[in-house]
């Protein structure tokens, strides 16, 4: 048995190209949200990844997270991408209302991105950011944006990572201040010997899940 090739459609072509084999004029639009897991590991996540800074960078920090599900069990099939200003609080980048300014410490490159092992933490290396500035004159606490995705997850979650000894700050951050006063401890991480810790409950209705905030 044959079949003949439509003559509207020679050779079979996807009938959404306007030009015959040409993939670069057609708007495909962004890609839907899906799930990363199980398939994270096999190509996300990188050698250096967890490296925010080289290794015996000034100010280096280890800043870790332990996420968590609804029923308090650890999530090990993971992935959390981290955001951050430089020590001075400048980015490297020209949509900075300053101007691009040079890495501080040298090699600082702002994202990091580490998978959960088997107990659900995750390990970045990093340096502790500087304040930045912020609307109507005022200034953002030195944090780290967070993004965490996982299987089952059909949307990333994004939260923050505050400082503990960064006190007068935080009560001033405009961004921490929109979450209720009891709630917002749970975005200020723990002082460990070598950097801070911070626990991050992805979901649950008794009071622990982690704000987290609109994209």
Known sequence: MTTDTPTSNPGFLPRYSPTPGDFTTVPFGQTPSQTVGPYLHIGLPWSDGPDVV???????????????????????DALVETWQADAAGRFAHDDDPRGRAAPYPAG?????????????????????????????????????????????MLER?????????EADANAADPVLSTIPERRRSALIAEATPDGYHLHIVVQGDNGLETPFFLL
């Open 54 to 76: 080289p290794p015996g960078a000034v100010g280096g920090i280890k800043v870790s997270f332990t996420l968590l599900d609804g029923a308090g069990k650890p999530i090990t």
């Open 108 to 152: 600082f490159r702002g994202f990091g991105r580490a998978v959960a092992d088997e107990t659900g933490v995750v390990v970045v290396h990093t340096i502790k950011p500087g304040t930045l500035p912020a609307e109507d004159g005022r200034t953002e606490a030195p944090h780290i944006d967070v993004g965490i995705f996982a299987r089952g």
């Open 157 to 165: 979650l994004v939260t923050r990572m505050y400082f503990p000894d």
